[in-house]
C-alpha cells in the first residue's frame, strides 16, 4: 500500500493563479480531510470530506474548493492563490475521524 | 466550534526528565482526544489516543490522563530520550461531528 499520496512536493504560485493539491489513498478510507500547517498556528482543517459525494468546510475554508467524485482521491483546489496561502499542505485519511494518516505534505508558495 | 488550547509552545528538557504537555477544551461534547507527533521535515503520525470513558491510558513511556470536568488532558513522556524530539499535537473531537480540531503544537527539545 502507497498510503496517502500527495502530489506536488513543492510548489511555487503567483498571486492570483489558480492550482490544484492532488491527494489519494488506497485504503478504502471514507473519511478524508484537508490541513494547512502554519507556525505557531497548527493544524487547521480546511475541508473534509466523509465519504464520496460528500464535503463539509472546517475552520478556515475561504479560498479553497474540494470535490469528492471518488473514494480515492480528494482534490484541493486555490481559486486565485493570495500570498496568505503560503502554507504546508496535508491531506489525511481513515474510516472515521478518529486515527487519521497523513500524506507526506505540500509545501506552496504564493509571491 | 471546538476550541483547543494547548501549553508549553516549547519545552526542553534533559534526556531521561519526564515531560508535560497540557491541553484544554471548549466543547464538553468532545469524546476523543488524540495525540501526534510530528519531526522535523516529516507527517504528523498518532502516537495515543484516549476516549471520553477512560481516565487514563498507558503506552510504554508514554501516558495521557483525562480530567472531563475540568476539560483538559495531558501527554507525560517518560525517561525522555533524544529521539521524542518533535512537535506534539493535541486534537479534540465530538465524533458525530466529524470535525477534528488541533491544538497549536508543542515543540519538545530533548537534550542528550
Known amino acids: 500500500n502507497a498510503g496517502v499520496t500527495q502530489t506536488p512536493k513543492f510548489q511555487v504560485l503567483k498571486t492570483g493563479q489558480s492550482m490544484t493539491l492532488q491527494c489519494a489513498q488506497d485504503?478504502?478510507?471514507?473519511?478524508m480531510s484537508w490541513y494547512r500547517q502554519d507556525p505557531g498556528m497548527g493544524l487547521r482543517l480546511i475541508h473534509y470530506s466523509v465519504g464520496a459525494g460528500i464535503t463539509d468546510q472546517g475552520e478556515v475554508p475561504n479560498g479553497y474548493n474540494v470535490s469528492r467524485s471518488t473514494t480515492e482521491d480528494f482534490p484541493l483546489r486555490l481559486l486565485s492563490a493570495a500570498p496568505s496561502q503560503t502554507s504546508v499542505y496535508f491531506c489525511?485519511?481513515?474510516?472515521?475521524?478518529?486515527?487519521?494518516?497523513f500524506g507526506p505534505g505540500t509545501r506552496l508558495t504564493v509571491t | 466550534g471546538e476550541n483547543v488550547e494547548q501549553h508549553p509552545s516549547t519545552l526542553s528538557v534533559q534526556e531521561g526528565d519526564s515531560a508535560v504537555i497540557k491541553c484544554t477544551y471548549s466543547?464538553?461534547?468532545?469524546?476523543?482526544f488524540p495525540w501526534y507527533k510530528q519531526e522535523l521535515g516529516k507527517r504528523p503520525q498518532l502516537i495515543i489516543d484516549i476516549r471520553s470513558n477512560v481516565g487514563e491510558k498507558k503506552d510504554q513511556r508514554i501516558a495521557v490522563t483525562l480530567n472531563k470536568t475540568a476539560k483538559h488532558f495531558s501527554l507525560h513522556i517518560t525517561e525522555t530520550q533524544p529521539e521524542d524530539s518533535a512537535v506534539y499535537f493535541c486534537?479534540?473531537?465530538?465524533?458525530?461531528?466529524?470535525?477534528?480540531?488541533f491544538g497549536p503544537g508543542t515543540s519538545l527539545s530533548v537534550i542528550p
Open positions: 486534537a479534540a473531537i465530538e465524533t458525530s461531528y466529524d470535525k477534528v480540531i
Open positions: 485504503m478504502n478510507h471514507e473519511y
Open positions: 466543547d464538553s461534547a468532545s469524546n476523543y
Open positions: 489525511a485519511s481513515s474510516n472515521s475521524p478518529l486515527e487519521q494518516y
